[in-house]
């Protein structure tokens, strides 16, 4: 895991320090309301329903035990005793009072965590696989090269007030666990026919309310030219991307308009003006990668042989082991989901008590590290199998073990209108009731991998233009309501969810899901999932049933 040095330390101090006396003026008034609004959302803090919102960044996803204590600490001593996990691998905190953020942020450099840069117009948290480093289908582990992103990006002059927000994904598997193809860049590691290793570099993709698809605009760029290649992206944005109309601002945006072609010249030409000049020589990528190296796994873990006999002996444990655990790159080792999706408890909450409990089960079982996943869980990426049952039992007395990964209930979920001020319906609400509907486990096991998605307005947070099924809330003469989609996904098949019908209210979204659920149980083949029977039978079937009263 990357360790800062003095420079990096020293720069988020003097952020603290600067944001402090940024918000002493606006609290005297020497600042006013819009002067002060650039500079708070630079340092991460909004201004929500309730109370301000701060996002603290979580650099692709990777967290210490150390860090997670102290978001347990800030949850208790600045919140209400919670923070919630994002699509974007980062925390939020709901609940700060405006005058003590700049002392939370004091509090959070001491472990090497900021805000910086985690909202307003500017190069957003770099997020990636939950799973870099230890999976079977990994080319290379992609973590280096986010934290090379990560340096270039944090507070680069040139685009500190870029036309609109900007987002960028690192995946090195064969599988998309990233939503890569739905970001401004994409970066997937890719080899090519001569086996050289380097990156595909895709550009426009993006979610809200108009999603795109990213288009390759490099088939294969080398590895010393990766940050060049993304500057020159990021200047030819800067330079056309649209200011007059925030909605047509991104660069999926101008990359639609320009046309693929024009656009990828227009890159190419910027690039070859500064490649040279911006070189990422091995010595330096060495130097980062030496930050990652795995850890000292036990050559013998793979000689436990208690793990057979937990699973036949214990069905919950053996449900859990089934759906929360995946394949380790090394022998007697599993990677573990840690479920942030309890009946009771609304999606990506944590409470005080759960991190630190998480914290000490890093340390004790996962050499210390956390990554969080934009699924908004967790993964303690290094268990060993001998230690799964007491994982399991520990997880579970903290109600973090639900069986549900991957599952109909591991919902995506905004905090919609019970925080934030620019939703039109609620999502939290929602996701309880259709827990409750759900609530058997046998049943949500039968159905398999279903994404539902549900976001609160158009911003789509929680991408529900790409779930399986994907919800979104719309304000219908100051009354709830709801649009569903069906077959979107943000995998390696990526696609974008077609519209269902008519929105419905919301004393009915939960019984128009059961609906999906139970024509896609009548309609599939053996062993067909949900995707693939939307495919093939498309959407008549399930708008029959849907809109058989209206």
Sequence with gaps: ????????????????????????????????????????????????????????????????????????????????????????????????????????????????????????????????????????????????????????????????????????????????????????????????????????????????????????????LEKQHLLSYLEAILRVYNLFGRRDNKYKARIKILVKETGLEKFTAMVEKEWLRIKEDMILSNERIEEIKAQFLPPAYDPSAADDNALTAQLADNTDFAKWFKYNTVEHKIAGYRGVYVSLKAPDSPPGDMTDKQLEAVADLADQFSFGEIRSTHRQNLVLADVKQADLFTVWQQLNAIKLATPNIGTVTDMICCPGLDFCSLANAGSIGVAKELNEALDDLDYIHDIGDIKINMSGCMNGCAHQSVGHIGILGVDKHGEEWYQITLGGSSENEAAIGERLGPSVPKDQITSTITTILDVYLKQRLEDEAFLETVKRVGLEPFKERVYANH
Aim: a positive charge; hydrophobic letters at 35%; proline letters at 5%.
């Design 1 to 220: 895991m990357y360790q800062y040095n003095k420079q990096d330390q020293t720069l988020i101090e003097e952020r603290v320090n600067e944001f402090r006396g940024q918000t002493q003026r606006f609290l005297s008034g020497e600042l006013g309301p819009d002067q002060f609004r650039a500079l708070r959302l630079m340092n991460g803090l909004y201004v929500q329903t309730h109370a301000p919102m701060l996002r603290v960044a979580v650099p692709y996803g990777l967290l210490s035990s150390k860090q997670l204590r102290k978001l347990a600490s800030v949850a208790r001593d600045y919140d209400r005793g919670y923070c919630h996990f994002t699509t974007r691998q980062n925390v939020q905190y709901n609940w700060p009072e405006l005058s003590r953020v700049p002392d939370l942020l004091a509090e959070l450099a001491t472990v090497q965590m900021h805000a910086i840069q985690t909202s307003g117009n500017c190069l957003r948290n770099t997020t990636s696989d939950p799973l870099a480093g230890i999976c079977k289908d990994e080319i290379e582990d992609p973590r280096p090269y986010c934290e090379t992103i990560r340096q270039w990006t944090t507070l680069h002059p040139e685009f500190a007030y870029l036309p609109r927000k900007f987002k960028i994904a690192v995946s090195g598997s064969a599988h998309d666990r990233a939503a890569v193809q739905f970001h401004d860049i994409g970066v997937y590691i890719v080899k090519n026919d001569a086996g050289e290793i380097g990156f595909r570099i895709l550009a426009g993709g993006g979610l809200g309310r108009t999603p795109i698809i990213g288009q390759t605009v490099r088939p294969f």
